[in-house]
C-alpha cells in the first residue's frame, strides 16, 4: 500500500465542513468526488456505453493540469481520471505526477486488456487505488486470471463490473475471485444512455443478487448497501461530478450531457456557490429520468449519516489491515491459494 495515507489532517477537516455545510443546507452543494474524463480515445466499443462516440477534444497537458489545480483547491477529496481510457495519453505519468503534489485521493480506471504495454510500475506510485473495468461488455474477463499479477503493483485494485440484464448469473464468479485474490469490486448496472440499447437490469433482481455477495464476500463489494436496497426509490444529487474531456463541467448530470461552466476559466467553488448551479440541482432533484447512474447515486452514500459507516466498512477494514488487505499480502508473497474456480463457474 503506497499513497492511502497521504491526505492531511487539513484536508479531512475541511471536507467535514463542506459535508456539514451540506447537511445544514439540506443540499449537496459542495461536492467531494469528481470524475476527470481526461480523453475520449477508447479501445472498446461496448454496446451500453456512448462515451467512445463523444467528438470532444481534449486538453492538452497545461489544460489538464489548470483543470486539476481548480479541483484540488475546491472541496473534491477524491479524483478518479477516467476516459475513454487514461492510459491512451501518451503524457499521463506527468498528469500523475503534477496529481502528487495535491492534497487529494486519485485513482483512475481502464479497461486495458495488455497492461504490458504502459509503464504500470510508475503509474501506480502515483495512485492510491487503480480500478480495472472487467466484464462482458469489455470482453476482457480473462483479466480475472492476471488479477494476482495487478495485486502485486503494491496498492488496492478494484475490479469495476457493469452487469447488464443478461449478467447476473455470471457476477458470483467475478466476485469469488476478487475475494480469493484480495481486491475490492464495485458492482453498477449497465446504465441506459442516449443512442444506445437499453441493457438496464432488473433492479429486484441485480439488487438482491449484489446483496447476496455482499454479505457472502465481506469487505469485497464496495457498491453502498443504501444504493442496493433504495434503487427504486432513491434519487441523486450532486455530491459527485464529472468533467468532459475540454473542462467542460456536466451539470447537474452527464446523463443529460447538459454543461455548464469550463473549468480552466471558472473556479469550481466559485460556481456551486452560484445562482446557476442552484438552478441545475433543482432540475437534478426534480428530474424523472432515474437513470441510476451509480456515481450520482451512491456517492451520496459515503456521507449520509445513516448510511456511512455500511459504505466506508470496506475501506476501514483495508486501513486496519483485515480481509482483503491479508488477502492481497499472501497474493503479493505468493503465499496465496487462488483457486480457477471462477473460470469453470464462468464457462
Same mark, same amino acid.
Given at each position: 500500500?503506497?499513497?492511502?495515507?497521504?491526505?492531511?489532517?487539513?484536508?479531512?477537516?475541511?471536507?467535514?465542513?463542506?459535508?456539514?455545510?451540506?447537511?445544514?443546507?439540506?443540499?449537496?452543494?459542495?461536492?467531494?468526488?469528481?470524475?476527470?474524463?481526461?480523453?475520449?480515445?477508447?479501445?472498446?466499443?461496448?454496446?451500453?456505453?456512448?462515451?467512445?462516440?463523444?467528438?470532444?477534444?481534449?486538453?492538452?497537458?497545461?489544460?489538464?493540469?489548470?483543470?486539476?489545480?481548480?479541483?484540488?483547491?475546491?472541496?473534491?477529496?477524491?479524483?478518479?481520471?477516467?476516459?475513454?481510457?487514461?492510459?491512451?495519453?501518451?503524457?499521463?505519468?506527468?498528469?500523475?505526477?503534477?496529481?502528487?503534489?495535491?492534497?487529494?485521493?486519485?485513482?483512475?480506471?481502464?479497461?486495458?486488456?495488455?497492461?504490458?504495454?504502459?509503464?504500470?510500475? =510508475?503509474?501506480?506510485?502515483? @495512485?492510491?487505488?487503480?480500478?480495472?473495468?472487467?466484464?462482458?461488455?469489455?470482453?476482457?474477463?480473462?483479466? @480475472?486470471?492476471?488479477?494476482?499479477?495487478?495485486?502485486?503493483?503494491?496498492?488496492?485494485?478494484?475490479?469495476?463490473?457493469?452487469?447488464?440484464?443478461?449478467?447476473?448469473?455470471?457476477?458470483?464468479?467475478?466476485? $469469488?475471485?476478487?475475494? =480469493?485474490?484480495?481486491?475490492?469490486?464495485?458492482?453498477?448496472?449497465?446504465?441506459?444512455?442516449?443512442?444506445?440499447?437499453?441493457?438496464?437490469?432488473?433492479?429486484?433482481?441485480?439488487?438482491?443478487?449484489?446483496?447476496?455477495?455482499?454479505?457472502?464476500?465481506?469487505?469485497?463489494?464496495?457498491?453502498?448497501?443504501?444504493?442496493?436496497?433504495?434503487?427504486?426509490?432513491?434519487?441523486?444529487?450532486?455530491?459527485?461530478?464529472?468533467?468532459?474531456?475540454?473542462?467542460? @463541467?456536466?451539470?447537474?448530470?452527464?446523463? $443529460?450531457?447538459?454543461?455548464?461552466?469550463?473549468?480552466?476559466?471558472?473556479?469550481? @467553488?466559485?460556481?456551486?456557490?452560484?445562482?446557476?448551479?442552484?438552478?441545475?440541482? $433543482?432540475?437534478?432533484?426534480?428530474?424523472?429520468?432515474?437513470?441510476?447512474?451509480?456515481?450520482?447515486?451512491?456517492?451520496?452514500?459515503?456521507?449520509?449519516?445513516?448510511?456511512?459507516?455500511?459504505?466506508?466498512?470496506?475501506?476501514?477494514?483495508?486501513?486496519?489491515?483485515?480481509?482483503?488487505?491479508?488477502?492481497?499480502?499472501?497474493?503479493?508473497?505468493?503465499?496465496?491459494?487462488?483457486?480457477?474456480?471462477?473460470?469453470?463457474?464462468?464457462?
Amino acid at each position: 500500500m503506497k499513497n492511502l495515507a497521504k491526505q492531511s489532517p487539513k484536508k479531512y477537516l475541511n471536507t467535514a465542513g463542506y459535508i456539514a455545510a451540506n447537511a445544514w443546507h439540506n443540499e449537496a452543494i459542495y461536492p467531494f468526488y469528481a470524475s476527470y474524463k481526461v480523453t475520449h480515445r477508447c479501445n472498446f466499443r461496448c454496446k451500453f456505453c456512448n462515451v467512445w462516440m463523444e467528438k470532444t477534444p481534449d486538453l492538452d497537458t497545461d489544460g489538464v493540469k489548470k483543470v486539476i489545480d481548480n479541483i484540488a483547491n475546491s472541496s473534491i477529496h477524491v479524483l478518479s481520471l477516467e476516459g475513454g481510457d487514461p492510459l491512451l495519453r501518451e503524457d499521463l505519468g506527468e498528469i500523475l505526477r503534477h496529481i502528487s503534489t495535491k492534497d487529494m485521493q486519485v485513482f483512475i480506471t481502464t479497461s486495458e486488456r495488455d497492461f504490458s504495454k504502459y509503464p504500470m510500475e =510508475e503509474y501506480t506510485r502515483y @495512485l492510491d487505488y487503480l480500478h480495472i473495468s472487467v466484464d462482458e461488455g469489455h470482453r476482457n474477463l480473462y483479466a @480475472l486470471d492476471k488479477l494476482p499479477e495487478f495485486i502485486k503493483w503494491g496498492i488496492p485494485i478494484t475490479i469495476q463490473i457493469v452487469v447488464t440484464k443478461d449478467d447476473i448469473p455470471a457476477l458470483k464468479a467475478k466476485i $469469488k475471485r476478487c475475494y =480469493e485474490c484480495g481486491a475490492k469490486a464495485v458492482v453498477m448496472p449497465a446504465v441506459h444512455l442516449d443512442d444506445t440499447k437499453d441493457y438496464f437490469p432488473d433492479t429486484g433482481e441485480f439488487s438482491s443478487e449484489v446483496l447476496r455477495l455482499r454479505r457472502k464476500y465481506r469487505n469485497t463489494i464496495i457498491t453502498p448497501v443504501g444504493y442496493l436496497k433504495g434503487m427504486d426509490t432513491i434519487h441523486c444529487d450532486a455530491s459527485s461530478i464529472i468533467i468532459d474531456s475540454n473542462g467542460d @463541467l456536466f451539470y447537474p448530470c452527464r446523463t $443529460k450531457a447538459e454543461k455548464a461552466v469550463n473549468l480552466t476559466e471558472v473556479k469550481l @467553488l466559485d460556481f456551486v456557490r452560484s445562482e446557476q448551479a442552484r438552478r441545475g440541482r $433543482k432540475a437534478m432533484a426534480e428530474c424523472d429520468r432515474h437513470c441510476l447512474w451509480y456515481q450520482y447515486y451512491a456517492t451520496q452514500y459515503y456521507t449520509n449519516p445513516r448510511h456511512a459507516m455500511s459504505s466506508l466498512m470496506p475501506y476501514i477494514a483495508e486501513r486496519l489491515g483485515f480481509g482483503t488487505a491479508r488477502r492481497r499480502k499472501r497474493v503479493m508473497e505468493g503465499n496465496a491459494l487462488v483457486s480457477s474456480e471462477w473460470r469453470e463457474e464462468q464457462l
